[in-house]
């Protein structure tokens, strides 16, 4: 098998991200903007003291 197979989806990325050299920075500013977040201790420290516990079987009705 050719050691230098790409598939159409990997080439295009790579004629997309040739023309827009911007790309990963974007990427990486919108995964800053949504997922890397500097997290209050004492804020998580409250949800969890206000967690209550769930049933073991949520489904279950009682009588």
């Keep these: 098998m050719a ?3 790409q598939s ?3 080439q295009f990325l790579n004629h997309y991200k040739t023309e827009h ?3 990963e920075a974007r ?3 919108g995964r800053f903007r ?3 977040k500097e997290l209050d201790a004492e804020q998580q420290e409250g949800f ?3 967690r209550v516990a769930q049933e073991p ?3 279950y009705q009682h009588d």
């Design 57 to 59: 079987y949520v489904y």
């Design 34 to 36: 949504l997922w890397d």
């Design 48 to 50: 969890r003291a206000g």
């Design 3 to 5: 050691n230098n197979f």
């Design 8 to 10: 159409e989806l990997t």
């Design 21 to 23: 050299p911007d790309t």
């Design 27 to 29: 990427q990486r500013a």
